[in-house]
């Protein structure tokens, strides 16, 4: 396969929404490794956090995949639109039939409500479960997608990372009547 030439065929795995059953494969899966040869050259390994996972950046292709160190097992995937991260941007389809440069109001009626809402590097974004992963999508100042991240969903007593991230998780709280 050419290098930049992503496979359309109805049974590819990189098809938008196959592209959710990468996440939690392992780095060596033939899923991951098909999606890895369709990426232009020149992939930068960087550690991430307290060395607890590897961001591999393919950035003339938009994509960087995460992988957890301890069982290789990819964490993440984030798809960057063009101009955004690369020269290209990333060419293959998105999840859930979302588009590089559709409106937010847009994703809403195509998605639903978003299951968290928030702030990430002062980007506004929307996350929604999706098969026990979380599709986030980050927005430009115009309010149109930048950039799609498939992420593992943690439960809800793990999600409190995303609050240091200033990420709103759910509807916003019901005050507390007082008591008289």
Known sequence: MALGVFPKGPDSSLNGDGLVG???????????????????AHEVVETAGSVTKNRH???????VVEECVRDRRVVALHLYGPGTCGVQG????LPQGLGFGMERAQAHVSLGPPDCSG??????FDAWELNECMLRVTYDPDEKIAQVGLLRWYPLHKRAAHAALGVHLGPPPRPTPSAA
């Open 57 to 63: 950046v393919y950035l003339a292709s938009g994509v």
């Open 22 to 40: 990468l996440i939690g494969q392992r780095w060596d899966a033939a899923a991951v490794q098909e999606l890895l040869q369709g990426l232009c």
């Open 90 to 93: 990333y060419p293959g389809e």
């Open 119 to 124: 702030l990430l590097e002062g980007q506004a």
